[in-house]
């Protein structure tokens, strides 16, 4: 079966980080463009960051760049977003998908930055 399964979210401070991972298969994970998207609660789902099938080039949110890095290692079908200098307004259900592709959105993985 086709999927993506998101992990690594949690609470953390501000100011804080952490690292999201997104697991894909079922299909050939190095043909893709992957992103990440974040749904905050009572905001529509938006664009976190992008990274092109063999990681050669990105791209950010303007409220983001600086401070997460997307990256992928296509050999483990894994793609990353690593979060520096959390804020709180970075709250939000986080979920990977493969551009072109129609697999659906998983159940993302909650990430929580609170004092």
């Known amino acids: 079966q086709v999927q993506l399964v998101e992990s690594g979210g949690g609470l953390v401070q501000p100011g804080g980080s952490l690292i999201l991972s997104c697991a894909g298969s079922g299909f050939t994970f190095s043909r893709y463009r992957m992103s990440w998207y974040r749904q905050a609660p009572g905001k529509e789902r938006e664009l976190v960051a992008g990274i092109s099938s063999a990681g050669g080039s990105t791209n950010y949110a303007d409220s983001v760049k600086g401070r997460f890095t997307i990256s992928r290692v296509n050999a483990k079908n894994i793609v990353y977003l690593q979060m520096n200098s959390l804020k709180p307004e970075d709250t939000a259900v986080y979920y990977c998908?493969?551009?072109?592709?129609?697999?659906?959105w998983g159940q993302g993985t909650q990430v929580t930055v609170s004092s």
């Open positions: 998908k493969a551009e072109g592709r129609t697999i659906g």
